[in-house]
Each structure stands twice: as structure tokens, then as C-alpha cells.
């Protein structure tokens, strides 16, 4: 590989100046970094989708609480309601968000979940890409076509930002992976390049400012609910995408505005739990009960 | 500096709830368990600051015990790892402390048995670790090398008749040692792999006590 591809716009002249697809540059590239082969490469992300739809399947069958017992049972909650009356939006829908309950559940009861990008955030692209799938019967391969396409997008933005929300908040956690999601969503529906780029700049600017302020310090409040809301999320920004829909501001430039926002975002709101939901009334009531 | 990977972005596989209290406490027990290198009788763990508070709720007390039994991050036996056979090995506590000196995530891990010895390190984001001591020793051990450790006489040229032993690009070095003569650790950090034969090779020098090949974790 002649240049490293650091930035959205290096990307895409790249995928341009070979007729390449994301994934096809991207397995390439990958595997000469890493002295390896690309079917080595596709067979590590095949292993993150195998570990993501095992997630789903333990979450849906499961309704054990957490260790705080604070959250666990929502999911069963959201598929009794489907089976006696269905979602508006119908059962893509349905399976996004069952699965994204599912998934996240899973990472509350300590079981097995494929951190992407992080453990909080891990249910945004298994339940968006396993669950449309599903629907469209999208072959395995193309899956993990998506996956690498999600994997690329997380990797260029955390050239600028790491996805922490110990550091910039839960914009780089949660949003980032509903970024991620929206752009590997819409490669899967066969999105141009500069469609998925779209998708992803969409789906990032709208999510700008999320802050991480979980409620006694635990991957619980607000972050469950918070993944079937960004997985719905990310397939918003892909419809608006594949429908020609442009962000106005370039997606290189969204991410610096990402790290921006990070930097000012106060270290009250990132992780610490010393504001926001975290020190509502309610939340420190949780607290007392829980630590005491 | 290393380039991030596709892979890191979308792994690893873990338990959760966290990378940093969870997974990053179960590679710290595991890391210490690879110093150790012996059956202990007992093992206490002081966690501290953010560990201590929010490591119940976390689990980073199934992960650092898990660990030190030599689960990995992705075992779903961690969870129960309190009501489980392998959890009869040894004794073991925990003790929750605040000490605002010490990394938010600081975890101090004691084994007590043939030998003793204080481990102690942080976690410090995204599933990362440092052990930073063992014993009264500064040292530096991230796990994503295999790394040699000696502990020894503080005398002349040792560094040398080590190096000179290991034929291997060394990636990073760090010597400490309580005071001149005395005993002294040296942690070398390899980007290849040593065999058996350099390890006992090593043990013949004189004025070594301990020797311990640390193989990097699985990532
Ligand atoms: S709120 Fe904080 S802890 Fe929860 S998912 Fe977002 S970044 Fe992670």
C-alpha cells in the first residue's frame, strides 16, 4: 500500500482511483499492515459476527438482571408486546430493536458480547446488520463486507477521537457506533461510496454533544435504551442517504467538530458521573441503595 | 505509534459490562498470574477508587479472581465464577480502599504461598493494562509483549551478559532497584519469542534469583 488512509477523503479517492469498494481496499490494506493474509483478516471479523449473533440469541432468550439489578428484562418486556401487537414500523423494526435489547442486556449480565467499538455501545451495529439481514436475506459474505466497512469507519475516526466516553463523551461511543452502523447499513443496500459517506456524516452530526453520564457509574442508565434508540437512528440516516441526501458539511469535517465538542465538553459529563443524569435525585437514591 | 485496526474497532469478544472494569480486570489477573507463575495459598485483591466503587457492579471482582485462574476475556464461566470448582483452588479477599495517589482503576494483587509476592497495576481504557510494581520493584508490563523479567544482584555488567543472551530485537527496556548492590529487576519487553534454552541459559548467571518469561496476552 503506497499511502495510509487516515481520513474519509483519503478513503474514497482511494476506493475511486481502483474501482473499489470500501471493504476491498480496506482487507487489503489491513492485511499488509499486519503482515497477513486478507482471508486471515475476514476470518477475525467473521469471528466478531459470529460472536455478535451468539449475543442476540442468549439476549432474547434471557431476562436475568444485571448485578445492580437495575436494568436485565426489557427486552422480553419488548417482545411480549410484539407478539401481541406489532411494531408501526413493521418487523425490520422489530428486530432492530429486539436485538439491540438483546445484545446490550447480554453485556449486563456478563455475557459474551463483541465490543464494537465499545461494551456499552456493542448492540448499534449487530442489531442493525444482523437484523436487516435477516429481513433481506443478506448473505454472510456481504455481512462481513459491511462489518469491515463499520470497522474502517470506527478506525478513521478514532485517528482523531478516542472512542471513550471517558475522553469525548458518548457521542464517540454511542454515536460513533451508530455512525458506524448507518454507513455499513447502507453499503449493504448497495449505497455508492459517497452515499455510505453521507450516511455516516448524517448520522454523526446529529448525535454531536451526547454526553456519558451513567447513573452510579455502571454501563446501565441511560446506555441500554440508548442502543435500540442509535440503531433506529442509524437506519434514518441511511434511508436519508440512499435517497441522495448530502450532509452539508463534509464528513472529515464532522469529525474534527466530533473532537471539538469533545474537548469542551466538561469532564463532569464524561464518565465521571458527577452530573447530568448521574446526580438526578432519583439517581442518587439508586446509589445510596446500591453501595450502601 | 502502532496503527489502530479494523479489528480493535469491532473486538474483542469479552464479557461485559465494561472494557475497562471488566475486561481489563480479568488481563490484569491474568498478567499477574503469569508473574506469579506458582499455585498460591491465598490471594487478596485491594482495589481502589473507581475500581472500588463501581467494581461490584462491574464484576471487576469475578474478573481480576477469573484472571488469576487463567480465564480469558471471553469466558462466560467468569459470571459464576464464585460458585464454581475452580474458584476452590485457593483462598482468596477483597478489599475496597480509596487512595487518591493511585490510578483511578489501581488494583494491588497479593499472593501469599511458597513465595510471596505484591503485583500491583491499573487498568487504564478500552480493556488496556499496565502492571506498574511487583514487590517494591518499578516495572512496566502491558501484556502486549512477550517480555522477559529477572530479578538480581545489582552488579556490574549484568545487563550486558543478559542481552547478550537473548538474541532477540529487544522493544523496550526498564531496570529498577532498591539501592546500589542490592536486588534489582529488569523487565525487557521482546518482539519475538525466547525458547527454554535461553531461559536456563539465563539462570546460570550468577546473581539471578528469579527468572520469569511472561508471554504477551491474547488481544
Ligand atoms: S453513556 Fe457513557 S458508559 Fe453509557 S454507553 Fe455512553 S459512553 Fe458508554
Redesign the pocket.
Known sequence: MDKSINTFKELEDICKKNNKQIYEVIQKYEAELAETTEKDIRLLVKKSLDAMKESIKNGLQSKEMSISGMCGDDCDRLQKKYQKEGAIFGKTFEKITTYALATIEENLRMGKIAACP?A??CAIVPSVLVGVSEDLDIQEEDQINALITAGTIGRIISNKVALA?AVAG?QA??GVASAMAAGALTQMRGGSIPQILNAVALAMKNLLGLT???VCGL?EI??VK?NPFLAIHAVTASELALAGVESKIPLDEVIDALEQTGKLMSPMLK?SSQAGLATTKTALNLKEKLFK | MKQTSIIDIISPVMVGPSSSHTAGAIRLGLLARNIYNEMPDKVTFKLYNSFAQTGKGHGTDKGLLSGVLGLNVDDTRIKDIFNSDLAKEFEYEFQYLEDFNRHPNAVDIIFEGHRNMKISGNSVGAGEIEITNIDEFSVSLTGKYNTLLLIYKDVPNMISRVTNSIHVNIASFHCDRYAKGEEASMCICLDGEVNQKVIDFLYLIEDVYMIRYIKKLES
Do not use: A, N
Open positions: 465499545t456499552g455501545s466516553g458518548c461511543e454511542c456519558c453520564d451513567p454501563v441511560p446506555c440508548r464518565e
